[in-house]
C-alpha cells in the first residue's frame, strides 16, 4: 500500500524509540519503504556537520598524541555494528596512507570474530574489556576512539573509562545525548540521528553517521601527520597492479613526468611513491643545472 505520510527528514529522540509513523512500516509499498529509509540515512550527514568543532578538536588532540611518539597507536573499540564500522576505518589505513600496523590495535567486544559473527552478549562483559586493555597493554601513548550507538554499551564504556585513567587520550561517538559513554571521554563526538525509520535498527542512521565522522576523523589525522602531499594519498601501498598504475599516475602528475617515467621511478625507488616523485624532482633539477 502507499503510504501518504512521507517521512521527514529528521525525527528526533532516542535511536532506540519506535517512532508511531513508522508502525506499520512493513505494509507499506516498496517505493514508500525505500524513500522512508533513505530519508532517514539523510539525517547521518547534518547530524556529522554539527559535531564539526568538536571533530576538529579531537583531531587536533589525536595528530599531537600520535607525533610525540614512533610507537604511539590508534585503537579503535566497540561492539557490534559500532565495532565493526570502528575496525574497518582502523584496517584501511594501512592500504591508503601507510599507517603501521603494529601502531593499531582493536578492542572488539566478543574478539576477533565478532566482525563475521555476532556476538551481542559480549557487549556487557565489562571484564572483557579489561582483559583486552592489558592485553593490548593500553598507555598514555596511545589514542582511544571509541565507539557505541546507544552511548551506554557497558564494554565501550569501561574500555573509555579504563584507557582515559591508563592515560590514554580517548575520543568517543554516540548518537544519544547525555551517555556515559560521552560523558567518559576526553573529547565527546556527538552525532544526534535520532530515531531510525526501523525502530533500533541503529546500524541505519547512526551507523551512516558514525561511518562518516570515523572517514573525517582518520583522513584529517592521517593529513595532520604528514601521510598526504599536494592532495595525493603519497604513502599508499601499491600492493597490486591496479594500485601501482594508481601510484604512477600520481607521480606523473605531481611531478609533470610522463608514466613511463614514474612507473620506472617507482621500481627503482621500492615502490614508495613519496621517494619516486623526489627520485623524478631530483633528475628533472639536475637536468635543468
Known sequence: MS??????????????????????????????????????????LAAVRATLPALEAAVEAASARLAASGE???????????????????????????????????LLAGGSQSVARAQEGAEDDRA???????????????????????GRTPFTCEVVAQARRRGALTI?????????????????????????VLAGSTRMAAGTAQKIALNLLSTAVMVS?????RGRMVDMRPTNEKLRRRA????????GCDEATAT?????????IRAAILHVEGDSNGASD
Not at 16 to 42: I, V
Not at 225 to 229: C, R
Not at 264 to 272: F, H, Q
Open 72 to 106: 604511539a597507536r590508534l585503537v579503535y573499540a566497540g561492539a557490534g555494528t559500532s565495532g565493526r564500522l570502528a575496525m574497518l576505518d582502523g584496517v584501511e589505513l594501512g592500504p591508503t596512507f601507510g599507517w603501521p600496523f603494529e601502531r593499531m590495535a582493536f
Open 225 to 229: 601527520l604528514g601521510k598526504v602531499f
Open 172 to 196: 568517543a561517538m554516540a548518537n544519544n545525548p547525555e551517555t556515559p559513554l560521552l560523558a567518559g571521554a576526553e573529547h565527546a563526538i556527538l552525532l544526534e540521528t535520532g530515531v531510525e
Open 264 to 272: 620506472a621511478s617507482l621500481t627503482a625507488c621500492g615502490d614508495d
Open 248 to 255: 604512477a599516475r600520481m607521480i606523473a602528475d605531481v611531478t
Open 128 to 150: 572483557a574489556a579489561n582483559r583486552a586493555l592489558d592485553d593490548t597493554a593500553v598507555g598514555p601513548a596511545d589514542v582511544v576512539v571509541a565507539l557505541a550507538a546507544s
Open 3 to 44: 503510504h501518504p505520510d512521507a517521512p521527514s527528514p529528521r525525527v528526533t529522540g532516542d535511536t532506540e524509540a519506535a517512532p508511531p509513523r513508522f508502525r506499520d512500516l512493513e505494509t507499506w509499498n516498496r517505493g514508500d519503504l525505500l524513500a522512508a529509509l533513505l530519508d532517514g540515512q539523510a539525517v547521518s
